[in-house]
Structure formats: C-alpha cells, structure tokens
T-cell receptor
Framework: DQQVKQNSPSLSVQEGRISILNCDYT??????FLWYKKYPAEGPTFLIS?????DKNEDGRFTVFLNKSAKHLSLHIVPSQPGDSAVYFC???????????FGTGTSLTVIP | NAGVMQNPRHLVRRRGQEARLRCSPM?????VYWYRQLPEEGLKFMVY????????ESGMPKERFSAEFPKEGPSILRIQQVVRGDSAAYFC???????????FGPGTRLTVT
C-alpha cells in the first residue's frame, strides 16, 4: 500500500524556469514531510522539510507547500539549474514514530 | 564532520550465502535506519535502531533478515541465505536526537547471482 505517491515519474524544465514537483499522501496522521534529492549511485540528500503546522517553508531556491486538506505537497525550484537534474523523493512521517514513507520519485531534467 | 558511511559499496553474493552490510552514522547521531530500494521503486523502510535497541522493525522481512546497532561499532544489516530477490540498494540513514531529518549514506548495492 503506497501511502505516499509521486504520480509523475519524470519532468523536464528549461533552465531558469520554475520546476514544480508534486506529492500526494493518504494517511491523515502524517505530520512531517521531507524532500530529498538523489543522484545516481549516491544516497538521498536532504533538501527541505515542513511540519503540518505550516503551509509553506522556503530555503533559497527551494520552497515546499503543504495543503493538508488535499493531502498534497509540492516542491518549487526557482530558478531551475542544470545541476538540479536528479531524482526527487518526498517522504512523510507520523509523529508516533520515526518511520518515513517514501514516494517512488520524480526524475527532474533541467535543460540548459 | 564525516557523513554516514556504508561499506561495502558493492557486494556480490551467490544464492545461499550471507550478506553483511555495515553502517557508521554521522558523529553525534544515535539513531540509525535501514531502507531498501528495489529497481524502479522508492525507498522502503526496514528497521529503526538506537544503540543496543531495535525500536521499530516493522519493515523487516520476518525471516533471514536481522539488524543490530551495538554499543561500539557500526550498525550491521545481516541477510542470511540470500536469494535473487534480495538484490537491491540498501541505504542507511542516521539522525540526531530530537530531529526528524535523516541523513543518508551512499548505499550498498547487493547483487545476488
């Protein structure tokens, strides 16, 4: 049962434009969300997080938006750079434990 | 500050052999997590450990898999009598007390022939 879903397996964006990666979840108990970036043959790298008490968190070019009623979060990257090309995973956790549920990832390609 | 270390990076085992994967968490981190990534899939939680304690092993297969995090030394994920379906990338992550962010190692790619 996939509790965290990333329905777009891939996304291509022109350099300088905005990249929007989406993530949906089904468990209403999830209250902490993270985005990770992963290059081939490497481990995921933590990017940005958001707790359920917020609806937006910003860090440089990265902004995460959370819509609790829709059980949806998104990661915005502005402006997109070629070095952002990687697979992006969203992950969610309920406060009762430290187990994170990961989506299947979206492969972002930023075209120079 | 060194990141999460995993070794070996690549491991080849024949069916029926044992695989031992090691993970050294970041300095100051006392929580360790193991995840498995099958081809074309996301990361699946396996087990969460603190020093000398298994906190949550709900994602571990009931047979052949075990994990430990001793008082001294790295965390070990052990797979006995490996089968071809165990071929995957195994990632270890660590986090400090009181923080949710998990920091991942580079992974061990296990191939069972």
């Amino acid at each position: 049962d996939q509790q965290v879903k990333q329905n777009s397996p891939s996304l291509s964006v022109q350099e300088g434009r905005i990249s929007i990666l989406n993530c949906d979840y089904t468990n209403s108990m999830f209250d902490y969300f993270l985005w990770y970036k992963k290059y081939p043959a490497e481990g995921p790298t933590f990017l940005i997080s958001i707790s359920s008490i917020k609806d937006k968190n910003e860090d440089g070019r990265f902004t995460v938006f959370l819509n609790k009623s829709a059980k949806h979060l998104s990661l915005h990257i502005v402006p997109s750079q070629p070095g952002d090309s990687a697979v992006y995973f969203c992950a969610a956790s309920a406060n009762t434990g430290n187990q994170f549920y990961f989506g299947t990832g979206t492969s972002l390609t930023v075209i120079p | 500050n060194a990141g999460v270390m995993q070794n070996p990076r690549h491991l080849v085992r024949r069916r029926g052999q044992e695989a031992r994967l090691r993970c050294s968490p970041m300095k100051g981190h006392s929580h360790v997590y193991w995840y498995r990534q099958l081809p074309e899939e996301g990361l699946k939680f396996m087990v969460y450990l603190q020093k000398e304690n298994i906190i949550d092993e709900s994602g571990m297969p009931k047979e052949r898999f075990s994990a430990e995090f001793p008082k001294e030394g790295p965390s070990i994920l052990r797979i006995q009598q490996v089968v071809r379906g165990d071929s995957a990338a195994y990632f270890c992550a660590s986090s400090p007390v009181g923080r949710y962010e998990q920091y991942f190692g580079p992974g061990t790619r296990l191939t069972v022939t």
